[in-house]
């Protein structure tokens, strides 16, 4: 029988990691009711960090034995640049894999250096990973198809070696920087416009602007959201709604950064619902409290009338519900709760619905299909090569607007901002003008 030791150093990342997946469902089942609730959620926080380095860990060893072991074992070793490349390589993985602690450690009014450093590196490791995959599968299917008809000399050999890293190193660089540039530039103003059966007359031509995903964490700061602030005002929305993940840290620890924020001014209010990040931070009631301090109406499961300006007997109903991950995290109070938030909205008003994610999309509709525009987030439109095909996958709306049914549309918001990683690729960050229509 094979012992630990005598395992290679990838099967015991994956032990390793099976053991921190292990104690954290122990941590759900028996410290849920013994810690209190910012403890039990910060000690998950940092378990999952873990789990996700003991990963990292596994491809971290990928890219060492294809990027340095690989020329370790050719006269490239003797050069003078093999040492500075080894230590280059070093450091871009302890960059990448440190990058989910800066979400516990280093958060302020501004991202500083490191974490922006630490995160670019995690989106360089996940294109490098992938590119390495895809580049050694074709090496392998190559080698499978063409069979060993004639035996390769050892130089030929070596050259064909040294092409995959190399390659695939060229790759990320020029992506990264690809990126990086694009997701520094000023989120796009995208203009909608969506027939809302039974919008009265009166309302037509209502303007939304929806926000989502703007993240104020360790790459996202003050400056950025002021950015988006003034965006917003230039618009001059009726209503400004925000559908979750404003934040991935405590309100305490980040309140300079959403000063901002009180500078909406939408005549018909402003509001927001939680996505899954603000359960993740385990400090809602703060940041309820924090939002209400700026004029910004939290919707805890529940709606308010919207009265058209015009006429006062002239309105819809917006509701707005907890993110589903509130009942995943057995978040005390919170949880999607569709049949309290449209408490009193009937089929004889427009309903607008706020939902954070696709799929609350999806099962608020398979339980009221007289909703009329639900209004999401959640997906970033993928964020990044190569996460966009999961994102695609996973969710029931991908980015964009969707007619559902006769009467029903269906908007998932790419995201004003990003998540961790400051980068974008085959995806734009979006502020929407939605402009209601009445039929």
Same mark, same amino acid.
């Given at each position: ?70 020329? !370790?074992? +050719? #006269?490239?070793?003797? /050069?003078?640049?093999? %040492?500075?490349?080894?230590? @280059? =390589?070093?450091?871009?993985?302890? &960059? ?55 035996? !390769?000399? +050892? #130089?030929?050999?070596? /050259?064909?070696?040294? %092409?995959?890293?190399?390659? @695939? =190193?060229?790759?990320?660089?020029? &992506? ?264």
């Amino acid at each position: 029988m094979i012992s630990f030791k005598q395992l290679p150093l990838e099967a015991k990342a994956a032990v390793a990691a099976g053991v921190v997946f292990f104690s954290m469902m122990l941590s759900r089942s028996y410290l849920a009711q013994q810690l209190e609730l910012r403890t039990r959620h910060w000690f998950m926080r940092l378990q999952m960090a873990l789990f996700v380095n003991t990963l990292m860990l596994i491809g971290s060893l990928h890219v060492w034995k294809n990027t340095v072991t690989v020329f !370790a074992r +050719s #006269s490239a070793a003797n /050069s003078f640049f093999f %040492m500075p490349w080894k230590i @280059a =390589v070093f450091m871009f993985l302890a &960059l990448a894999h440190s990058s989910f602690f800066t979400l516990l450690f280093l958060v302020a009014e501004e991202p500083y250096f490191f974490s922006l450093a630490a995160y670019t590196c995690l989106g360089a490791y996940i294109i490098l990973i992938f590119f390495l995959f895809t580049l050694g599968s074709v090496e392998q299917a190559y080698k499978f198809f063409a069979g060993r008809g004639t035996k !390769a000399n +050892s #130089s030929g050999k070596s /050259s064909r070696t040294a %092409m995959k890293p190399v390659l @695939a =190193v060229l790759l990320t660089a020029v &992506l990264t920087v690809i990126g990086l540039l694009n997701a520094s530039q000023p989120p796009t103003v995208n203009r909608v416009e969506i027939p809302v059966h039974k919008l009265p007359v009166t309302m037509n031509n209502l303007k939304v602007v929806l926000l989502s995903d703007i993240h104020l964490g360790p790459t996202v700061g003050k400056t950025k959201l002021a950015m988006i602030v003034r965006m917003v005002k230039a618009l001059k929305p009726d209503i400004t709604v925000i559908v979750g993940d404003l934040t991935d840290s405590e309100a305490e620890i980040i309140r300079p950064a959403v000063e901002p924020l009180g500078e909406l001014n939408s005549p018909l209010g402003t509001y927001f619902v939680t996505g899954n990040h603000e359960y993740y931070t385990s400090d809602v009631s703060n940041w309820f409290e924090l939002l209400k301090s700026f004029n910004i109406r939290p919707l805890h499961n529940e709606n308010v009338k919207i009265v058209s300006p015009v006429g006062t007997g002239d309105w819809f109903c917006l509701a707005g519900v907890d993110d589903i991950e509130a009942d995943v995290l057995r978040y005390s109070g919170h949880g999607m709760d569709l049949k309290k938030a449209l408490r009193g909205c009937s089929s004889e008003h427009a309903i607008v619905l706020l939902a954070h994610q696709p799929v609350a999309a999806k099962w608020a509709l398979q339980e009221r299909p007289d909703i009329n525009l639900i209004l999401s987030g959640h997906t970033h439109g993928g964020q990044m090569f190569p996460l966009n095909a999961g994102a695609y996958f996973l969710n029931p709306f991908f980015v964009g607007l969707y007619k559902v049914g006769q009467n029903t549309f269906v908007y998932v918001s790419p995201g004003t901002m990003y998540f961790g990683i400051p980068m974008r690729l085959g995806s734009r960050a979006e502020i929407t003008e939605i402009i209601l229509r009445s039929p």
